[in-house]
């Protein structure tokens, strides 16, 4: 795949899905605008054309500037990632509070809405002046499309998510921007914990996933990179599963 001259936006980028996705982009040639809430490993080596710019994306504030940022650096917004997202600790409806439960949302579902509230007009203008698609992947969550014990909240934020895909992908099938959601299962990322590095941890996490194992960072991030391409321009809608399988029980 090759994003040469594309201009990315990719949130939660210090690490995890958002760095993997920032260097895979960046080694196709794209320019690249990163967002993150802490700055440590924000854009760290990385080459060509980065800016970065830290921030909460619970603030719609903060969409909008990475989007300005983004065409008042490089002319353009062809392609966003909205990646930022929290878990909170495993536990039963009863036992979360309220402060965790309003963060979660605000960050998980609110921080995609206002990201895309930003991306839409801007890509929307784009594609009218220049006849060129644009797209936007969201990360949600397997937890996004199935129930999730014990992680409830995370579970419903991630189902809005997923709802907030196909209704800008339906609302914007004819303005040239595609909208496709990513869905993985547990991967061998921070919010895997204990699991990444203990195999019995790994074990009783993935027992209900037929590959019985974590995902790799790179398995959705090919994933993701696959839904941003303009080359699978008529996919859009989509909320693509990255899960082991675990979807076909």
């Known amino acids: 795949m090759s994003f040469v001259g594309k201009t ?18 960046s080694d196709a040639g794209a320019k690249l605008v990163l967002g993150d809430i802490s700055a440590d490993g924000l854009g760290e080596g990385l080459s060509g054309d980065v800016v970065t710019l830290v921030g909460d994306v619970s603030d719609p504030a903060y969409s909008k500037e990475l989007v300005k940022l ?31 439960c309003r963060r979660i949302v605000d960050v998980n579902l609110l921080g995609v809405f206002w990201a895309m509230q930003a991306q839409l007009p801007a890509m929307e203008t784009q594609f009218a002046e220049t ?5 936007i992947v969201n990360i949600a969550s397997v937890a996004g499309l199935g129930g999730a014990p014990w992680l409830s909240i995370y579970g419903a934020s991630k189902h809005g998510v997923v ?45 209900g996933v037929p ?26 809608g989509q ?3 990255v899960d082991g399988g675990l979807g076909a029980l």
């Not at 995890?16 to 260097?23: D, I, M």
């Not at 006849?131 to 797209?135: I, L, S, T």
């Not at 209704?167 to 204990?194: H, Q, W």
């Open 8 to 25: 990315v936006l990719i949130t939660g980028a210090s690490a995890g899905f958002g760095a993997a996705s920032a260097k895979m982009f």
């Open 70 to 100: 983004a065409i008042n650096t490089f002319g353009s917004l062809d392609i966003a990632i909205n990646n930022a997202g929290i878990v909170h600790a495993p536990a039963k409806i009863p036992h979360l509070t309220e402060e965790e």
């Open 131 to 135: 006849n060129q698609g644009c797209a």
């Open 163 to 207: 709802g907030l895909t196909r209704a800008a992908a339906l609302e914007y099938a004819r303005k040239g921007i595609r909208v496709n959601a990513i869905c993985p299962s547990f991967a061998a990322t921070a919010m895997a914990g204990d699991a990444v590095n203990d195999p019995e941890v790994e074990a009783h996490m993935t027992r």
């Open 211 to 236: 590959m019985r194992r974590l995902a790799t960072v790179n398995e959705v991030v090919q994933a993701i990179l696959w839904a941003a391409d303009p080359a699978n321009s008529f996919t859009t």
């Open 239 to 241: 909320n693509i599963a």
